[in-house]
């Protein structure tokens, strides 16, 4: 068996890629999202491949569920057992506010106020024990959120770790009178100090891990029964996956992992190409993500917000998301503003033009009145889109309150939500140092590629580069993905007060456990990775430096100059006289799969007259053009061609407005230069 599937489940459509090794063979399918019960929908789109599940090798799957559970709230019912006196971390957080000016907003803690409860015991910063843990009270106190319904419990203690001696024996008296798996201990989750951000992952991870638990299960039932003999693989949000029966284990790290997936294709389909910098837009129907590659290697963070007050703290790939989605709704706010988002129509009703009782105005329906999208052929509809119900919504909700026609409301429309696409970008750029004219913009997701030259252009970027299957892009990703396990410990010692043989003993103990856990899901590698970090800072300060570790056995000297050199490079001072801090010791483990090659991406024949598809009128620069409509199916390597024109394929439209110039490259990737730059 040579079949391997990669399947994206987004807020509005499910992506599916499968690659046949073997043959060079590529099916594709998008169905919509089924928001009722995801896995109809993953299932539906497996069927819809014209495969059976006893054909496939490898399925590599990234979900959104936990994401949307988190940001919508509605994950499942958490109690939290903590240390007396500290049942209000979660809540108090740090010293910030919802909105930048005026103490005006609100913040709900993912675990509730009365499902929070403390016990005594007690820890030093140092892992030493003040006040024994009171196991009859954590067993009370656990019993007592049952009572309340509670399905999924989280412990944390004060300064766990360092010493996790108090939250292991909780955590194992509770397991035995527990009636599900759902109780976790923070320090299984990330084993790092601050205590309100350790909280919150730990809460994200228990109010989502019922719920991630429950679908994968339900799909993986479903594919054993039809003869899928092998572990369904989950994508996480570091750029690498894991096997179904470990993660329950790992539900915090599925958050943002369909994102993850997408970056990590955009960052091999550039490379190959010749490009090592690139920023990376995905714009489904829901959301738009951003993210940097550089030096051919995505942006990792350890520390993300989710939300207002809910951090994160588990390694994944920096992206940044705005609420500009092809679904994201058009308004006009209480001043008199045209808005775009961050409201969604989602898959059902969805936009208008998708016919199934949507009536406000979307990005998409906007994109439809532009005739840059063919009214005939709807992605998930059976008939054309209703263009005159597009042009009466636009009129009555944008065009009235502005004094525009429905072509130049919708117009307005883009242009809103273009700035603020480009205006995300400029941000996570220029706030790093970084000059995106520098960098090659890739477009991806349903909408990306609809959009991309005119960010572009915005941001005075040199060149677009599309990919061959820009809507599957995450679930390339998915294919591509190796299986990747993380993990942190905190010391917080000066460099010269570490005692000898501590950090190897941490690092031996990090790498064993990857092993257990690369031994636990069975997936068959051809290798095994293992990469070392130090996260270091001088005292007096509160954000680390992550440093590779030197090679060999740890010497605090040769952490101390790597840490002076990154240091100096990153912020071009020295300070000699600051003592250095080694705060964190990070193990990344990375089990290597089968490569793809992505030269089966590349395109089989095709010619210029097979490739071109008529004219259509579309809107360009304030009037109507009569645009050359060509089928990137049938566009052979080599091809060029110029704006304005519009490239359809079964999981995206590419526009090329005039001045712009397109070529089909050697992977089958349509590179877009500019002939007349913006000024």
Not at 179 to 192: D, F, G, Q, T
Not at 540 to 548: K, Y
């Amino acid at each position: 068996m040579a079949v391997t599937i990669g399947v994206d489940v987004g807020g509005t459509f499910t992506d599916f890629l499968l690659v046949d090794t073997e043959t060079g063979e590529i099916r594709t399918g998008k169905v919509p999202t089924t928001v009722d019960d995801r896995a109809r929908g993953f299932l539906d789109g497996i069927a819809g491949l014209g495969i059976k599940p006893d054909e496939i090798r490898w399925l590599v799957h990234g979900t959104t569920a936990g994401t949307n559970a988190v940001l919508e709230h509605k994950g499942a019912k958490t109690g939290l057992i903590t240390t007396e006196g500290f049942r209000d971390v979660l809540e108090l957080g740090r010293r910030t506010r919802p909105y930048a000016y005026g103490l005006s907003g609100t913040f709900t803690p993912l675990i509730p106020r009365d499902l929070r409860r403390e016990v005594g015991e007690r820890m030093d910063a140092k892992g030493r024990v003040i006040t024994p843990v009171d196991i009859e009270a954590v067993v009370a106190q656990a019993k007592a959120l049952l009572a309340e319904g509670v399905e999924s419990l989280v412990i944390q203690f004060l300064h766990s770790y360092v010493n996790p001696e108090h939250e292991i024996a909780a955590a194992r008296a509770v397991r035995e009178i527990w009636p599900n798996p759902y109780v976790v201990a923070s320090h299984e989750i990330v084993r790092e100090m601050r205590e309100f951000e350790r909280g919150s992952t730990a809460a994200i991870h228990a109010s989502i891990a019922p719920i991630v638990s429950s679908y994968i299960d339900k799909v993986d039932s479903a594919l054993k029964a039809q003869g899928f003999d092998h572990d369904l693989l989950i994508m996480q949000a570091n750029g690498g996956m894991a096997a179904a029966p470990v993660i329950a284990e790992h539900a915090v790290h599925t958050i943002m992992s369909g994102p993850a997936a997408g970056v990590l294709a955009a960052a091999e389909l550039a490379s190959l190409a010749g490009y090592d910098n690139v920023v990376t837009g995905d714009m489904g129907g829901t959301s738009f993500d951003i993210a940097l590659v550089t030096n051919g290697v995505p942006l990792i963070t350890s520390e993300k917000e989710l939300a207002y007050a809910m951090p994160i703290r588990i390694p994944m790939i920096d992206i940044s998301t705005i609420g500009a989605g092809g679904g994201s709704i058009a308004h006009i706010d209480k001043a008199g503003m045209l808005r775009v988002g961050p409201e969604s129509a989602g898959s059902y009703p969805g936009p208008i033009g998708y016919g199934r009782g949507g009536d406000r105005v979307t990005i998409t329906d906007c994109n439809y009145m532009l005739g840059r999208l063919n009214p005939h052929a709807v992605t998930g509809a059976s008939g054309d889109a209703p263009l005159a119900e597009i042009e009466t919504a636009l009129t009555t909700q944008i065009g009235t309150p502005l004094g525009l026609d429905a072509v130049a409301a919708a117009q307005a429309v883009i242009d809103v939500a273009v700035a603020d696409m480009a205006g995300a970008i400029r941000l996570i750029s220029v706030e790093k140092g970084i000059d995106p004219r520098d960098f090659t913009y890739i477009p991806y997701g349903g909408g990306g590629p609809l959009h991309a030259v005119a960010i572009a252009r915005m941001l005075n970027l040199p060149r677009v580069l599309v990919p061959r299957y820009p809507g599957l892009n995450s679930a390339l990703g998915c294919v591509l993905a190796d299986v990747r396990h993380d993990f942190v410990q905190t010391i917080n010692l000066p460099l010269a007060q570490i005692p000898a043989g501590q950090v190897d003993e941490i690092v031996a103990s990090q790498i064993q456990a990857g092993k257990d856990l690369l031994a636990r899901e069975k997936v068959v590698v051809n290798e095994v990775v293992l990469q070392h970090e130090f996260e270091l800072l001088y005292r007096g300060q509160s954000h680390v430096l992550r440093i590779p570790a030197p090679e060999g056995a740890f010497d605090a000297e040769k952490v101390r100059l790597a840490f002076r050199e990154a240091f100096l490079a990153r912020f071009a001072i020295e300070l000699p006289t600051m003592i250095p801090v080694l705060v964190n010791v990070r193990t990344t483990i990375i089990g290597r799969r089968d490569r793809i090659s992505l030269a089966d991406f590349t395109p089989k024949g095709g010619n210029e007259d097979a490739a071109f598809k008529g004219t259509r009128r579309a809107w360009f620069d304030g009037a109507w053009c009569e645009t050359k409509i060509f089928d990137r199916e049938q566009l052979p390597i080599g091809f060029v061609f110029h704006g304005p024109a519009i490239v359809e394929q079964s999981d995206t439209t590419l526009i090329l407005d005039p001045g712009t110039r397109g070529e089909v490259d050697a992977l089958g990737n349509i590179i877009i230069t500019f002939e007349e730059r913006a000024a």
